[in-house]
């Protein structure tokens, strides 16, 4: 049963504490994406990968989050320093993209993260 | 940049019964993808239907169908003989077929099935 994995489920930090998501690829797939929910924004990306390379992070806050995909079995998510208006439920997706093909985005579980 | 506006943040049904969610999206392309995304309690984001902009017949999944009006930007999910595990989020999503390959998500509807 091939699903996106995603660790941990549930973190609870402190402010200014760093944080790091983790987020296994269904094997094959080639693109993994990177999505934020919360109350007021919904959900939105803020990177994605093609081949571990990054083709979109213009989502992500720059100056404190940082995304990379270490192997093709492997996408991190890390926030340095976090701060409250973080919290979010932080949703990591991945697909198999050839040529124009239409192609599901497959999402993991989440990870819900409180900043207090 | 395209935009997906769900202008029902919340619906009820009776069990058994049918219900439509709304959805409209504003873009200039011509090519594209719309989606519906449900939403339970769990979290898990489940896709339930899609369709492709260059297709005029319109969706099925079993109970879930859209109505897709190309010309008038309007996506619209109706589930039929609704079952209490319809419960959850529902999401519409805009995605290019050219460009970028990320999803453009609408706020959602929250739609309630009653015993």
């Known amino acids: 049963d091939a699903r996106v994995t995603q660790t941990p489920r549930h973190k609870v930090t402190e402010m200014g504490q760093e944080v790091t998501m983790r987020c296994q690829p269904i094997?094959?797939?080639?693109?993994v994406f990177w999505y934020r929910q919360t109350m007021m924004q919904g959900l939105e990306l803020l990177a994605y990968?093609?081949?571990?390379?990054?083709?979109?992070d213009s989502g992500m806050p720059k100056d404190r989050f940082s995304a990379e995909m270490p192997d093709a079995t492997l996408a991190t998510l890390k926030i340095q320093p976090s701060e409250p208006r973080d919290s979010a439920v932080y949703f990591c997706?991945?697909?198999?993209?050839?040529?124009?093909?239409?192609?599901?985005?497959?999402f993991g579980p989440g990870t819900r993260l409180t900043v207090l | 940049a395209q935009t997906v506006t769900q202008s029902q943040p919340e619906m009820s049904v009776q069990e058994a019964e049918t219900v439509t969610l709304s959805c409209t999206y504003d873009?200039?392309?011509?090519?594209?993808?719309l989606f519906w995304y449900k939403q339970p309690p769990s979290r898990q984001m489940i896709l339930v239907i899609r369709?492709?902009?260059?297709?005029?017949q319109n969706a099925t999944e079993n109970r879930f169908s859209v109505n897709f009006q190309k010309a008038a930007k309007s996506f619209s999910l109706k589930i039929s003989d609704s079952q209490l595990g319809d419960t959850a989020m529902y999401f519409c999503?805009?995605?290019?077929?050219?460009?970028?390959?990320?999803?453009?998500f609408g706020k959602g509807t929250k739609l309630t099935v009653n015993p």
């Open positions: 873009t200039s392309e011509n090519n594209y993808y």
């Open positions: 999503a805009f995605r290019s077929q050219g460009g970028s390959e990320k999803l453009v």
């Open positions: 997706a991945s697909g198999l993209v050839l040529r124009a093909v239409n192609n599901e985005q497959f």
């Open positions: 990968f093609r081949n571990r390379a990054p083709l979109d």
């Open positions: 369709q492709e902009a260059y297709k005029q």
């Open positions: 094997l094959g797939h080639n693109t």
